[in-house]
T-cell receptor, first 113, second 115 residues
C-alpha cells in the first residue's frame, strides 16, 4: 500500500537535546512538507521541499532543520533553539510542488520537558 | 488577521440532523481550497479540492461548495462516525514561501454527532 509513514508516533526528549523526526513516502511524490499543529491553532508550515536536494523555509522555520537527500525521505530535526518544541508534527506530500492535494502522515507527538 | 476562518468552532448535532460548516477566506489569487477530516491523534485525511467559484464536490454524506469568499461543507443526515474535526485550507498565489504549495489552514470545526 502506498502512503506516508512517520516515526515514532510518540517522542519524549529533555530540553536542550536535538531530535529528528522521520518521514517516508512511497507515493512517488516530488514535494514534501512539514507542519506543526498546536491546540487551538491551525496547522503551520515549517519547511517544504519541491525536489530532491532543495528545500525552503515556511512560516515558522526558526529552530528547525531538514534535509532531502532522497525523494522518499524528508526528516525534520527539532533543535535546542526551538523555544516551544512540544507539539504534534505532521508530514505531507503532494505529486508536484505546483498545486494539488497534499496527503498527510499519521503524525509524531513530541513532548520536551 | 486570519486569512482562513472556520465557523463554528464546535458543533453538536443529533444523528440525522443536517447542517453546514463554513470556511471564509480573504486570500487573493486563490489556487485551490481543500477540505480535510482529522480524527483525534491522527493526520488529516483529504476530502475535497475546489478550484473555482460555483464548483461542487460530493462524497457520501458530504458536499463541498465554493464561492468567491467562502466554502461550505454540507453534511446530510450525519452518522456518529462522521464525528471529527473538519479542516479547511487554501492555496494562494504568491505564497510568501516563494511559490511553494504550503497550505494555509483554518483552526477547524469540531463536529460531534450524537446517536
Amino acid at each position: 500500500d502506498g502512503g506516508i509513514t512517520q516515526s515514532p508516533k510518540y517522542l519524549f526528549r529533555k530540553e536542550g537535546q536535538n531530535v529528528t523526526l522521520s518521514c517516508e513516502q512511497n507515493l512517488n511524490h516530488d514535494a514534501m512538507y512539514w507542519y506543526r499543529q498546536d491546540p487551538g491553532q491551525g496547522l503551520r508550515l515549517i519547511y517544504y521541499s519541491q525536489i530532491v536536494n532543495d528545500f525552503q523555509k515556511g512560516d515558522i522555520a526558526e529552530g528547525y532543520s531538514v534535509s532531502r537527500e532522497k525523494k522518499e525521505s524528508f526528516p525534520l530535526t527539532v533543535t535546542s533553539a526551538q523555544k516551544n518544541p512540544t507539539a504534534f508534527y505532521l508530514c505531507a506530500s503532494s505529486l508536484t510542488g505546483q498545486g494539488g492535494e497534499q496527503y498527510f502522515g499519521p503524525g509524531t507527538r513530541l513532548t520536551v520537558t | 488577521e486570519d486569512q482562513v476562518t472556520q465557523s463554528p468552532e464546535a458543533l453538536r448535532l443529533q444523528e440525522g440532523e443536517s447542517s453546514s460548516l463554513n470556511c471564509s477566506y480573504t486570500v487573493s489569487g486563490l489556487r485551490g481550497l481543500f477540505w480535510y477530516r482529522q480524527d483525534p491523534g491522527k493526520g488529516p485525511e483529504f476530502l475535497f479540492t475546489l478550484y473555482s467559484a460555483g464548483e461542487e464536490k460530493e462524497k457520501e454524506r458530504l458536499k463541498a461548495t465554493l464561492t468567491k469568499k467562502e466554502s461550505f461543507l454540507h453534511i446530510t443526515a450525519p452518522k456518529p462516525e462522521d464525528s471529527a474535526t473538519y479542516l479547511c485550507a487554501v492555496l494562494q498565489r504568491g505564497y510568501s514561501g516563494g511559490g511553494a504549495d504550503g497550505l494555509t489552514f483554518g483552526k477547524g470545526t469540531h463536529l460531534i454527532i450524537q446517536p
